[in-house]
């Protein structure tokens, strides 16, 4: 009872969060944004740098392939290209001048992405003249993307300065917050939403249910005001491996049922924007511009959500509330119904089992432990070890004499003998208590071992939205304009 009570409480606070949301969403249009990366050329487009190749191959300095891409986008619903920038004096700057120039004769917009990791801002004082500087020229263009009037800026990687550090930069840059700021990241940055006007996540690919991820954003953004914006995430799928990070990982695309999945969780949330993750970042695969591959299938899915979305999503389901019924003088006596609790039960011994989606593996048997990595569907495993409560499982990773745990949700367990299924007694006074860990097997075999997408040690743990970002020494290998 307690739990379907916890489980109605927050459904009715996620409904009139998002009422909240839609009465303030009627205010602004409802935008579907891409981001998009400019620093393409000759020597991008290899087998050994990109999962795919675009249907026709461009660099990104050609005024010609610019005009291309956002005939291509207008035509899928796109409002907006995002455009990742790294200040003046590099080619971001250059290729997104002739970005805005092309948009403005398309009837299309194009705003910045204003990367903290750039490698030409050396200190806070260079992302103030910076942001200074788009402000001054970039954010007058006519083709640069406004709402409410107000030019939009997106950032990544902001917390490389902290909260207070950001409201001095504000104030300095936009006292009179004459602009609008989207910040990014994991739960933890959600304070930045004090100095910020919305936030967003780069990348939702990684989780194994991502409308569940999504829908906890809204609540979260909303304790910090009515007013602050929130952008939901959608995403084909994602294939990094080729940049060699240690956090690298597949998120398969199944010939874009995933993208059709990230649509509807996006729309689940009642989002005032939506934005793709991402137009043509081809190193990471996950682009939906046209491929050799997959043709113009992602445009295709693109435009059909993007004019439902535009059209108006259909009002919230209220969950309905239990009415209670009045009893009679003769009140019978009621049948007391059986206690449920959860089903206990130990696979045999060295069972193998079925990754059934991409998940996380921890480093202990707790959502907040650190994650050692990734594991994708279908992926065969051996269970070592049970948590006492029969949701967390050890497995050997990444390696035969190494451990680690993944979540009882994620598994398939039908196959796997089961030793007892019957539920466990209410624990008395009496019962001594069950060891945290159930061995079931002592020593793997080597062809126990899995074979793991990459492992991952992220520098913020725990990590709830690993994201985007190269490395400055993989940055070199393809962009030779770097200091």
């Known amino acids: 009872m307690k739990r379907f009570l916890s489980l109605l409480a927050l459904c009715l606070a996620v409904i009139i969060v998002i009422v909240l949301n839609k009465q303030t969403q009627a205010q602004r249009a409802p935008l579907v944004l891409a981001f998009y990366y ?14 795919d190749m675009p249907a026709t191959r461009y660099v990104s300095r050609d005024p010609a392939a610019i005009a291309r891409q ?7 619903g796109i409002d907006a290209f995002v455009v990742s920038w790294w ?5 971001t700057e250059d290729n997104f001048k002739l970005m805005l120039a092309q948009a403005n004769s398309a009837n299309f917009r194009a705003a910045i992405d204003f990367e903290l990791t750039s490698p030409f801002y050396g200190s806070k004082a260079d992302v103030i003249k910076s942001l200074r500087n788009l402000l001054a020229t970039h954010a007058q263009h006519p083709a640069y993307l406004r709402s409410e009037g107000k030019p939009v800026i997106f950032f990544w990687r902001e917390q490389k300065y902290s909260v207070d550090e950001w409201r001095d930069i504000r104030n300095q840059v936009d006292p009179n917050r004459s602009s609008l700021w989207i910040a990014e990241g994991v739960k933890e940055q959600l304070p930045y939403l004090s100095v910020f006007d919305g936030f967003h996540l780069y990348s939702i690919a990684w989780s194994g249910n991502v409308a569940a991820e999504l829908q906890k954003w809204p609540p979260r953004i909303q304790t910090y005001g009515a007013n602050k914006i929130w952008v939901a995430t959608t995403m084909p799928g994602n294939d990094d491996t080729r940049t060699k990070r240690p956090d690298s990982y597949v998120r398969d695309r199944r010939n874009g049922e995933f993208y059709r999945e990230t649509w509807r969780a996006a729309f689940s949330t009642y989002p005032d924007w939506i934005i793709i993750t991402s137009w043509n970042e081809w190193v990471e695969g996950t682009m939906i511009e046209p491929s050799v591959t997959y043709g113009n299938l992602y445009l295709d899915i693109t435009r059909s959500f993007a004019s439902q979305f535009k059209a108006g999503l259909p009002e919230p389901t209220a969950v309905p509330t239990a009415t209670p019924k009045p009893t009679t003088a003769a009140t019978p006596t009621p049948t007391v119904s059986p206690t449920v609790t959860p089903t206990r039960f130990k696979v045999a011994t060295g069972s193998r089992a079925t990754i059934s989606d991409t998940v996380r593996v921890r480093a202990s048997s707790s959502t907040s432990s650190e994650i050692l990595g990734y594991l994708s569907e279908g992926t065969v495993v051996t269970l070592l070890t049970q948590s006492a409560n029969g949701v967390w499982f050890q497995i050997p990773y990444p390696t035969g004499d190494l451990r680690g745990w993944v979540h009882s949700d994620y598994i398939d367990l039908n196959t796997v003998p089961i030793l007892n299924v019957t539920p466990s007694p209410m624990p008395t006074a ?11 097997v002592d020593t793997p075999t080597p062809t126990d071992t899995p074979t793991p997408i990459e492992i991952f040690k992220p520098t913020v743990t725990p990590t709830s939205t690993p994201t985007s970002g190269f490395t400055l020494p993989s940055l070199k290998s393809i962009l030779p304009f770097l200091p």
């Open 38 to 51: 400019n620093w393409f050329d000759e020597n991008t487009w290899t087998p050994a740098k990109v999962p």
């Open 70 to 76: 956002i005939d291509q986008a207008r035509n899928a």
């Open 87 to 91: 200040g003046a004096g590099n080619p």
């Open 430 to 440: 009496t019962i001594t208590p069950t060891p945290t860990e159930t061995p079931l």
